[in-house]
């Protein structure tokens, strides 16, 4: 798992390579691209292109629902806090550094 396939369903984050199609009938299924058009985002998007937190973009969709999900239902949370919560989402370009901090500022607003 890498957590790239990250969405929402029914209010939870799940990884959607886990999840078979059947599993999702009938329920609400939001994804990155649905998040961003609401404006649900746009908070972290932003946080995310000035911490230069986000290089390659293949992490990206997963690390803002994540993060998203972590400041809705944690707006207090601490750094080790957020590093925990991005525990299962794996980035290969930007050692979680500049993510991390993006997360940290959206909290901290």
């Known amino acids: 798992m890498c957590g790239t396939c990250t969405v929402r369903v029914d209010g939870k984050i799940v990884r959607g390579c886990l999840m078979l199609a059947v599993q999702a009938d009938g329920r609400r299924v939001d994804t990155i ?9 746009a908070a972290l998007q932003e946080a995310f292109h ?30 080790e806090r957020i590093r925990e919560h991005l525990s299962g989402n794996y980035c290969r370009c930007t050692g979680y550094q500049a993510i991390v901090d993006a997360i940290e500022d959206v909290l901290k607003k």
Request: net charge negative.
């Open 50 to 79: 000035r911490r230069n937190a986000l290089q390659c973009g293949y992490c990206t969709p997963g690390m803002l629902i994540a993060a998203q999900d972590l400041v809705a239902n944690e707006p207090g949370a601490s750094r």
């Open 33 to 41: 691209e649905g998040l961003s058009d609401s404006g649900e985002l």
